[in-house]
C-alpha cells in the first residue's frame, strides 16, 4: 500500500507542475497558457480570484490576446494584451468572478476564432471539480 501513497502522490505533484499552482478550491492561483494565432493550450481553465495567467506567443507571428466580444473586448479587459513577438509573455490578473473568452484579435481570419476560457472563481471553500 505505501507504494501506491507514493506513486499517488508523485502523480498529484506532476499535475499541479502542469497546471498551476493550486489552492483547495478547485481552481489555480497561477497558470500558464501557450498561444499561437489558432490555438491555446490550455484551452480552459479555472483561476482563483486574484490569479495570475501568463500567456505565451509559441507562433512563429506576432499574436494579440482580447478578450470576447469580438471587436469590442469589454468581457475582460485585463485580457487584452498589446502585440506579442514570438516567445513574448503578457501576464493578467484576474479578479473579477466571471468566465472569460479571449482570441487573437490580429488573426488572419476575421472574425477571429475563439481560443479558449477562463473562469474566475471564489478560490478555497472546498472543492468544485477540476475541469481543466
Avoid: K, W
Avoid at 498551476?20 to 484551452?43: E, H, Y
Avoid at 506576432?62 to 514570438?86: K, M
Amino acid at each position: 500500500m505505501r507504494t501506491v501513497s507514493i506513486s499517488l502522490s508523485i502523480l498529484a505533484a506532476a499535475l499541479a507542475a502542469a497546471c498551476g499552482s493550486s489552492d483547495d478550491g478547485g481552481c489555480v492561483t497561477s497558470a500558464a497558457v501557450s498561444v499561437t494565432a489558432t490555438t491555446a493550450t490550455p484551452s480552459s481553465l479555472r483561476v482563483c480570484a486574484n490569479g495570475t495567467v501568463t500567456f505565451t506567443n509559441a507562433a512563429a507571428v506576432d499574436v494579440q490576446i482580447a478578450s470576447a466580444p469580438h471587436p469590442t473586448h469589454t468581457d475582460c479587459p485585463e485580457l487584452n494584451s498589446g502585440v506579442l513577438t514570438p516567445a513574448q509573455t503578457f501576464t493578467a490578473t484576474m479578479v473579477t468572478l466571471r468566465t472569460c473568452g479571449y482570441h487573437d484579435h490580429i488573426s488572419a481570419t476575421q472574425p477571429p476564432p475563439a481560443l479558449g476560457t477562463i473562469a474566475v472563481v471564489a478560490s478555497g471553500g472546498g472543492g468544485g471539480g477540476g475541469g481543466y
